[in-house]
């Protein structure tokens, strides 16, 4: 790893701050990908500022459907909410099964959205529940927050404090993870609201997480795990690598969206 | 060059070290700790892990200045006595290593699964919850066995005392 300085804020503003004051420099929040990225010398900033410690950024509150996480809420906590698991328990069930126990007692779901991997689980929920990003400056649709592979619309310096969604009346969460690294091959969260149904895919395609049209409307119609047989999902769209090719994923994303829909119920 | 100031294992200790200085390498070089291993240095194998204010999570993917202020306990702290420990019972007990570079880091986990989950243990939640820490001599079979085993009788001993 590069040298590099550390700061500790203790609020939002002061955070912000900080980092204004260090052009190369990078807000740390859980570190489960920045650390690991700066070993090896795939990041260098020259500066660290701390988020973990800054109370307002911790924690999950519920009122009545509305629900907000803040941004350095680690995944262990999503996952075992008690209160979030009783209105909408696919995202609890979505943020346990995030890497492994040691990296959901450190990573957070600020550090997830903000980093945009196209692999990454929080990312599908955001969009499939049309949550709400809340940053130091403004609040952003999901739709408008996620733009390509590793992208979003955050601007320089600019910091995620929290998520906030409306739990639907339905909502689940398959992926099908890559054996090894346990990220999403494909990974399909559905939910249910009264105005309409949401199909938001992770880990497949080419350019990062996107919505499907096509299983929206025909899950709109019926609502259920056969109704999406009959969508096209275009292998085209989707990402080849190492792990697997466009047709695979293609395949994957149909199989997880019925099985999103299952775990729905 | 920063201040690093930590509880481990009970006993607070201050020391010096860079900002890029990762929690794993403070523990061992400047405590003189050696229990805990590195493996990966990729944040996969889990030869690394310690508990933090706690909870389970990989020291080689922690900054010491992260860590500054935090609780710490090693594998040499897990037992205050100087009987082993249940975990390190039951991983003696039904072969649950072979080499042992990795157990260090099944026994930290092994600890707190069993403190999370309060005794309700099953045997898909122990395979599930071992997917950070990679052994590659015994197959885990005997691992998941010891972990269950020490499950038990941590159970039973917590019964006794209510
Ligand atoms: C072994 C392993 C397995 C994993 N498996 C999965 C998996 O299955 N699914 C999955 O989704 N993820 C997985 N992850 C990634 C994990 O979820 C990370 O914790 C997460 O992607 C990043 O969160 P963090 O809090 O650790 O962020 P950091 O690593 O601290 O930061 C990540 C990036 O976001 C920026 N950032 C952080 N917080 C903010 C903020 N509040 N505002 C603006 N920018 C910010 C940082 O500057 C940095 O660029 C895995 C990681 C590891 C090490």
């Known amino acids: ?265 | 060059m920063a201040k690093v100031t930590l509880t481990v294992n009970g006993r607070t200790v201050s020391g010096e070290c860079e900002e890029r200085t990762l929690l794993v390498h403070f523990i061992r070089d400047k405590l003189g700790l050696t229990g805990t291993h590195v493996g990966c240095d990729t944040t996969q194998c889990g030869a690394c892990v310690i508990h933090m204010d706690g909870k389970s999570v990989k020291s080689c993917s922690i900054l010491a200045v992260q860590a500054s202020g935090s609780s710490v306990t090693t594998i040499e702290g897990l037992s205050s006595q100087r009987e082993l420990h249940p975990v390190q019972a039951a991983f003696k007990e039904h072969h649950g290593l072979q080499c042992g570079f990795c157990t260090p880091g099944m026994v930290m986990t092994a600890v707190d699964m069993i403190n999370r989950h309060g005794g309700k243990l099953d045997e898909a939640t122990v395979r599930h919850e071992l997917e950070g820490n990679i052994c590659r001599c015994t197959g885990y079979h005997n691992i998941v066995k010891a972990v269950l085993s020490a499950n038990a009788e941590m159970q039973a001993g917590r019964q006794a005392a209510e």
């Not at chain 1, 052009?23 to 690991?36: F, H, N, P, V």
């Not at chain 1, 099964?97 to 550090?111: A, C, E, F, L, N």
């Not at chain 1, 339905?170 to 309409?196: E, H, I, M, Q, T």
Request: charge should be negative; hydrophobic fraction near 45%.
């Open chain 1, 1 to 265: 790893m590069y040298a590099t300085g550390y700061h500790r804020a203790s609020s939002v503003e002061e955070a912000v701050k900080l980092k204004g004051q260090h052009d190369e420099g990078r807000y740390l929040s859980g570190g489960m990908t920045l650390i690991a990225t700066m070993k090896q010398r795939l990041a260098a900033p020259t500066d660290l500022v701390d988020l973990r410690h800054i109370a307002d950024l911790h924690g999950i509150s519920v009122d009545g459907r509305n629900v907000r996480i803040g941004a350095a809420t680690p995944h262990a906590e999503v996952a075992g909410s008690s209160a979030l698991r009783a209105i909408c328990p696919a995202i609890c069930d979505l943020a346990g099964k995030i890497g492994d126990p040691h990296v959901r007692h450190m990573g957070t779901i600020g550090g997830s959205i903000a980093n945009n991997d196209p692999a990454a689980d929080y990312p599908a929920a955001m969009l499939g529940l049309g949550a709400t990003i809340i940053t130091d400056r403004r609040w952003l649709s999901a739709d408008d927050f996620f733009a390509g592979l590793f992208e979003t619309a955050l601007e320089e310096g600019e910091m995620v404090t929290g998520v906030t969604f409306e739990a639907p009346e339905k909502a689940g969460y398959a992926k099908f993870a890559n054996p090894a690294s346990r990220y999403a091959l494909a990974g399909v969260f559905v939910a249910r609201r009264a105005d309409g149904v949401r199909v938001a895919v992770a880990g497949a395609g080419a350019d990062g997480v996107f919505r499907h049209s096509g299983m929206e409307e025909a899950l709109a119609a019926s609502w259920s795990p056969d109704a999406v047989a009959g969508a096209a999902v275009d292998a085209r769209d989707m990402l080849t690598d190492m792990h697997a090719n466009g047709e695979y994923r293609a395949n994957l994303v149909k199989v997880m969206a019925k099985r999103a829909v299952i775990a729905a119920g």
